[in-house]
């Protein structure tokens, strides 16, 4: 896993690197009945979040207002960029994401 954030160090601080990322990170996570998971998001005042998870059949969105969420800073401490993005996948799994990643 930490080879994924340090693949992600090496890009700009954008809101694009960040969906990329967690998109990455989520893949990872995904339970056996699902193939694929798109993160998408808009980011004018209050992030919102458009998740499009792929099973071997079909496909289901959920949709997350997150407010004001952080990216992920390429040129941060990379243990506290770590702690913040999983922070937000362990909310995920408690919330809109529970039966799609483990």
């Known amino acids: 896993m930490e080879s994924t954030y340090s693949y992600y160090t090496r890009r700009e601080t954008s809101i694009e690197t960040t969906l990329m990322l967690l998109q990455d990170l989520l893949m990872e996570r995904l339970t056996p009945d699902y193939r694929k998971i798109w993160v998408q ?57 529970s039966d799609i990643i483990i």
């Open 41 to 97: 998001a808009s980011n004018s005042g209050r992030t919102r979040f458009c998740f499009t998870i792929f099973s071997n059949t079909d496909y289901t969105m959920r949709f997350l207002d997150a407010g004001s969420f952080r990216q992920f800073r390429t040129d941060g401490n990379l243990d506290e960029e770590m702690e913040i993005i999983e922070r937000f996948i362990d909310n995920l799994i408690t919330g809109i994401l």
